[in-house]
Structures are given as C-alpha cells and as structure tokens.
C-alpha cells in the first residue's frame, strides 16, 4: 500500500505561489503572528515566514493561506527557535 510520506510522517505541507502567498496544511497552530513575521507549529518542526505585510487570509483546520510580501521561508526542529 502506497501512502503518501506527508500523511504517514504528519509532515508540513508548503506550497509557494512566487513570493506573495503560501498556503500551509498539516500544521497544530500559529506560534508567532506579526506583519513581518508568522511562526507555524507543526508536529516536529516549526515553519517561520519572513518578509512585510504578511497576513493570513484564511485559517481552518486544514489548511491556511499566507499573503504579503515573503521574503524567507526557514524550518527549524521544534525547540530551537
């Protein structure tokens, strides 16, 4: 049986449109929240987005779509931030 490695390891998903939005699934919550700065926890690593004006547009359980300016896109293991 095949299963996706996203769905077998609960990883983060990202997907990127140029450097103006990202959408995110798989994540527990949003760490950190300002306009130049949003902070994803996810089940082992914690996604941080840089850049200005940064907004979320949407949020539910499944999914969230980030717009603005992006300017870098890290992942850093849970507890090192």
Do not use: Q, W
């Not at 539910?60 to 507890?79: E, P, R, V, Y």
Request: a negative charge; glycine letters at 8%.
């Amino acid at each position: 049986m095949n299963i996706p490695e996203d769905v077998l390891h609960n990883d983060i998903i990202l997907k990127i449109i140029g450097n103006k939005e990202a959408v995110i699934e798989n994540f527990k919550g949003i760490h950190l929240y300002t306009d130049d700065e949003i902070e994803i926890a996810g089940k082992k690593v914690m996604l941080k987005i840089s850049g200005s004006d940064l907004r979320v547009n949407y949020f539910s359980g499944c999914d969230m779509k980030i717009s603005g300016l992006i300017k870098s896109i890290s992942f850093c293991m849970n507890g090192e931030l």
